[in-house]
């Protein structure tokens, strides 16, 4: 939060959203739906490839601002197992992107401390893609700040079958497959993102209300934001608006926030306490 608030200029609005900010209560981990690039190039009479590129300067202002911020994880969908139906100049056209963002964006990601994981079936990937991909996560493989994973050839459900299936191989070599019990905790362990707590806040641009296939597992207990912001025109701004949203809510993972028989949206804290405390 610190960094963060160093970086902008005081007075500014960005300034006053990351002031009001609770750095107590910050998501430890975001994970975004970034959407709405071929809408972006669309309006603008422009190919669908042309929303790509400009969706590339957003990907960079969101990790610096949430490492800046403290966020702990940050996971951007940019490619999912289901992407490659699309036309194949638009699917190379990714593949460069994402290998000039890498090649572009190392210093950014030193400077900030930032950390690369993929997540996803990398294996499908053109070699080059991988090649840039694996030289940046070595070279990032130290840095001690904000892990952020790019979803690359990812789907939830291929994530739980590669999981299960990753789950069944060991206990075949280890003997133990006739008395394997599976339980959350060895599925949750065995997922890609098993080094990573799971995501408290997921944003999806572009105003559509679909999960798309994007960490089913993990996003059980996640607070949804929509925005109807494309992500081409995704800003700083909008990043802080999303997370004070995500501070006004109250999460309960099935429990009850307040004693039962105050009104809806009643919460008991500190401060309507005082009344109370003063009378007494
Ligand atoms: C969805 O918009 C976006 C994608 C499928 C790709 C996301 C890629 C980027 C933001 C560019 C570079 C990424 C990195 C990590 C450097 P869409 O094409 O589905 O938009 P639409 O719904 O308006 O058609």
Not at 81 to 107: D, F, M, S
Not at 182 to 189: F, G, K, P, R, V
Request: glycine share 6%; net charge neutral; proline share 5%.
């Amino acid at each position: 939060m610190k960094a963060l608030l160093e970086s902008l200029r005081p007075g500014d609005k960005d300034s006053e959203l990351a002031r009001a900010i609770d750095p107590a209560r910050l998501p430890e981990h975001i994970a975004i739906i970034m959407d709405g690039n071929g809408r972006w190039a669309g309006r603008r009479f422009l190919p669908r490839v042309a929303g790509h590129k400009a969706g590339v300067a957003p990907v960079r202002v969101t990790a610096e601002t949430c490492a800046r911020l403290g966020v702990k994880v940050l996971t951007l969908f940019a490619f999912s197992v289901e992407n490659w139906k699309r036309p194949r100049h638009e699917v190379e056209t990714l593949w460069r992107l994402l290998r000039y963002y890498l090649k572009q964006e190392l210093p950014t990601l030193q400077k900030n401390d930032i950390r690369l994981q993929v997540i996803g079936r990398v294996d499908a990937l053109p070699l080059e893609v991988r090649r840039e991909l694996d030289a940046t996560i070595d070279a990032t493989f130290s840095n001690r700040g904000m892990v952020l994973n790019l979803a690359i050839n990812y789907g939830g459900r291929a994530e739980i079958v590669d999981a299960v299936n990753s789950i069944l191989d060991m206990a075949r070599l280890d003997g133990s497959i006739h008395t394997l019990k599976m339980d959350e905790d060895l599925i949750a362990t065995s997922l890609y993102t098993a080094s990573c707590p799971d995501p408290d806040l997921l944003i999806r641009t572009s105003g559509e209300m679909r999960i798309s296939n994007f960490l089913l597992w993990q996003i059980a207990y996640a607070e949804l934001y929509v925005t109807e912001t494309l992500w081409p025109d995704f800003t700083r701004t909008d990043l802080l608006l999303a997370v004070l949203e995500y501070q006004k809510r109250d999460r309960r993972y099935g429990g009850l926030s307040a004693p039962r028989g105050l009104p809806a949206g009643v919460t008991i804290n500190e401060e309507s306490l005082q009344p109370a405390l003063r009378e007494s």
